[in-house]
């Protein structure tokens, strides 16, 4: 079995990073050079780098802290957040990022997602999913979370594998900041119906949080922001503790 994975986001909003609830109310967490250099000495699998109000401002993800991030990284850097043209994500890439998220622009024009991959592989493309619960079902989301498309996340999933993604980042916005747990039926539902890896984000709150994601929710790997930004757990435990649940991880 693959090991699972970690995964630390830094939220960026005018070279800062941030945390909020339910995507609002954002409030300062930390300098991204800072906490890149930290994370990768604590053992984080991988750092996600989303610029939060890039799409909404019409601006590209911050270039000069994605340039200082990745250079204080030896571990997998992905970048979302205004990527909306071949260029942008030429762009990040050159700054250092293997891989890019891509959410709005995805929906707008879903044959951008297939000529990243072809450009770059599909391992360095990820779908980013915000979803919302709707009664049994959950709906998708795009500008930060802002704007519903009326459409199905499973279904949306679905597509995004078929025309090239090799990942989705799943984030429940129900769950983003509550650390009331992340929704594991959500995850599970987009984990079995598709064949890439499924991330999951939104609602980490405790170690138990991620065995739960790890094993109900059927994901890949697993997402969290204010919990390793303020300290409330550190990454060699929660990984020791998920080896201890017989689950496996890189320790």
């Known amino acids: ?20 609830i339910n995507f609002e109310a954002l409030r300062c967490a930390g300098d991204p050079v800072e906490l890149a250099r930290r994370y990768n000495a604590e053992g984080i699998d ?43 994500a ?41 979803a919302k619960r709707n009664d049994r079902q959950f709906e998708v989301y795009a500008r930060s979370g802002q704007t519903p498309v009326n459409r199905d996340a499973v279904e949306w999933a679905r597509e995004a594998e078929s025309r090239g993604a090799g990942e989705i980042l799943l984030t429940s916005i129900d769950r983003d900041g509550t650390k009331s747990g992340f929704d594991c ?8 119906a598709t064949s890439i890896p499924v991330i999951a984000s939104g609602g980490a709150g405790t170690a138990q949080d991620f065995v739960d994601i790890f094993s109900m929710g059927c994901a890949d790997a697993a997402l969290a922001a204010s919990l390793f930004h303020y300290n409330e757990i550190s990454v060699r435990a929660l990984k020791q503790n998920l080896r201890d649940h017989g689950i496996p991880v890189r320790l």
């Open 1 to 20: 079995m693959l090991s699972k994975r970690i995964i630390a986001c830094l939220d960026l909003r005018d070279g800062k990073v941030v945390k909020g």
């Open 90 to 130: 030429e762009a990040i890439v050159d700054l250092g990022a293997d891989k890019v998220s891509i959410n709005t622009a995805a929906l707008e024009q879903p044959s951008l997602i297939t000529k990243l991959a072809e450009r770059y592989g599909s391992q360095a493309v990820i779908v980013a999913i915000d």
């Open 185 to 192: 039926e959500l995850t599970a539902q987009i984990s079995r």
């Open 46 to 88: 991988e750092l996600v780098i989303l610029d939060v109000t890039a799409t909404l401002e019409a601006r590209r993800a911050i270039a000069q802290t994605v340039a200082a991030v990745a250079r204080e990284l030896f571990i997998p850097l992905a970048v979302g957040g205004g990527i909306r043209t071949e260029a942008d």
